[in-house]
């Protein structure tokens, strides 16, 4: 079975808008760790949040948010008013903590329309 | 503050010729030290992971093998390319904690002719 799961290819988004990447999750290990990364047309990915399991609140980063919704094992990534810059691939993770492993999604290759 | 830094940026190689990629984290001690391999449009697969000097697990069986001569160096290597080596390679670097975030260096790109 798929570790994460991004459903999403591709996304369109207008400038200043809202959007809302998907991101589910498979796990029996109670300790993990989620993790989204950016990776722009350079190749390199670049973090920018971090949730973790036990985490009461949903994690936020300037404008990344991430949508924990841990009975449904989902993780999706919101980014307010996006910008021109935000296009890029978006990857999912997750790491098991009890078994130092590492997962990726496929990505969702997001565009940012003027 | 740490830094990761990954060579060379590009590489074209002819098959069954050797490979070396390098990669070096700075400004931390003890890292846990990964290489990744992503095809085109894909997402990235774990090749292998460190924990410590000469302590490498493999995650896929395949034509290369990777080293760590010192704490702060990983090595990926292949005695002889195929072109289905071709790819982006990245390599990344974390902390052991309660996060242990990855943060990756800028990658190569190898294609094998």
Redesign the interface.
């Known amino acids: 079975a798929q570790k994460i799961t991004q459903t999403q290819p591709g996304m369109f988004v207008q400038e200043k808008e809202a959007v809302t990447l998907d991101c589910t999750y498979d796990t029996s290990d109670p300790s993990y ?1 989620l ?1 989204w ?1 950016k990776q722009p047309s ?6 920018l949040i ?1 949730q ?1 399991s036990y985490d009461q609140q949903n994690a936020t980063e300037g404008r990344y948010s991430l949508n924990f919704q841990k009975a449904r094992k989902s993780a999706n990534l919101v980014i307010s008013a996006s910008q021109l810059g935000d296009s890029a691939m978006y ?1 999912c ?1 997750m ?1 098991e ?1 009890n078994f ?3 997962y ?4 969702t290759k997001l565009n940012v329309k003027p | 503050s740490q830094t990761i830094h990954q060579w060379p940026a590009t590489l074209v190689q002819p098959v069954g010729s050797p490979l070396s990629l390098e990669c070096t984290v700075e400004g931390t001690s003890n890292p846990n030290l990964y290489w990744y391999r992503q095809a085109a449009g894909r997402g990235l697969q774990l090749l292998f992971y460190s924990i410590g000097i000469d302590q490498i697990s493999s995650e896929v069986p395949q034509n290369l093998s990777a080293s760590r001569p010192q704490d702060r160096q990983f090595i990926l290597s292949s005695k002889k390319l195929l072109l289905s080596d071709s790819g982006f390679y990245l390599c990344a670097w974390s902390v052991e904690g309660a996060k242990n975030i990855q943060y990756f260096g800028a990658g190569t790109r190898l294609s094998v002719l």
Not at chain 1, 42 to 47: C, L, N, P
């Open positions: 760790g993790f990364y350079s190749g390199e990915m670049i973090f971090y973790g990857f993770a790491r903590l130092n492993k590492f990726f999604g496929s990505g």
